[in-house]
């Protein structure tokens, strides 16, 4: 009986241990990814309104905030690579 005392505490001390450490790496390894949308539809028609936002939010809402897409509506982003494309030549 004297025995099993120190073999059940030893193996309490890993298994809390082992869980605590599980814990904190979960945590600390959730990241917030960004991803750019480029497209010819305007932010205020029906496609963007009736499908893409509610996409993207979904989108947002099953990954717990860790997805974020940023939008660039009626090919905003395709200005402004090409003002960087011009300022390099």
Known sequence: MKRLIPV???AAFFIGFTFFNITN?????????????????P???????????PWFDQ??????GQ???????S?????ELRGVAEKRQ
């Open 8 to 10: 059940v505490l030893l």
């Open 25 to 41: 790496v979960v945590a600390a390894e959730k990241k917030i990814y960004k991803l750019t949308y480029s497209t010819t539809v």
């Open 43 to 53: 932010s205020t028609g029906w496609g963007a309104e009736h499908t893409m936002k």
């Open 59 to 64: 989108i947002k809402k099953a990954t717990d």
């Open 67 to 73: 997805v974020i897409i940023e939008t660039y509506w």
């Open 75 to 79: 090919s905003s982003m395709d200005k």
